[in-house]
């Protein structure tokens, strides 16, 4: 896949909607998109200087893009965490096809291999912390989320 065409899959982000969110009955939550750019300035913002900011930035930018062929697949939705990995996987492979920089970047990230892959994954969860707290102050319960805020959506991804 050419850079613009990947480009133009990726926008299509902005169309899946983090189905945590919904199954507790937000009705118009957050796109994956807009998580995505919620870890990214985590990233920008916090990364320590002995990581790679580059190399941080591109795996927040990644590390859901695989989600605009599979969805968002939590826990809830009685998908083995090995089949989700599989599926994730597959597309990956599909959507990096012609950027084998950038599927390496995302499997690193996936195997959390490097200190700049591990904390990317803390940076996800630190963005569902500040959004469970923004729907929090808006009225919704999210106490589940929260409780599982260190193990969701996969625990150890």
């Known amino acids: 896949m050419k850079d613009r065409a990947l480009l133009e899959v990726a926008a299509g982000l902005r169309q899946v909607d983090r189905a945590g969110w919904k199954r507790v009955g937000i009705a118009a939550p ?79 990230l996936e195997a959390a291999e490097s200190p700049e892959a591990r904390f990317v994954k803390s940076m996800d969860l630190l963005d569902l912390e500040l959004m469970a707290a923004h729907y929090a102050r808006a009225g919704v319960d999210t106490a589940e989320l929260a409780r599982s805020a260190g193990r969701f959506p996969f625990e150890g991804d």
Do not use: N
């Open 30 to 108: 957050e796109s994956v998109a807009d998580h995505s750019y919620g870890v990214a300035l985590a990233a920008l913002l916090l990364t320590p200087p002995s990581l790679d900011r580059l190399k941080v930035l591109g795996m927040a930018l990644l590390h859901d893009l695989p989600e605009v062929r599979v969805g968002d697949i939590t826990p809830h939705d009685g998908v083995p965490r090995a089949e989700k990995k599989r599926r994730e996987a597959i597309a990956a492979a599909e959507l990096f096809a012609d950027h084998p920089t950038l599927h390496a970047l995302w499997a690193e």
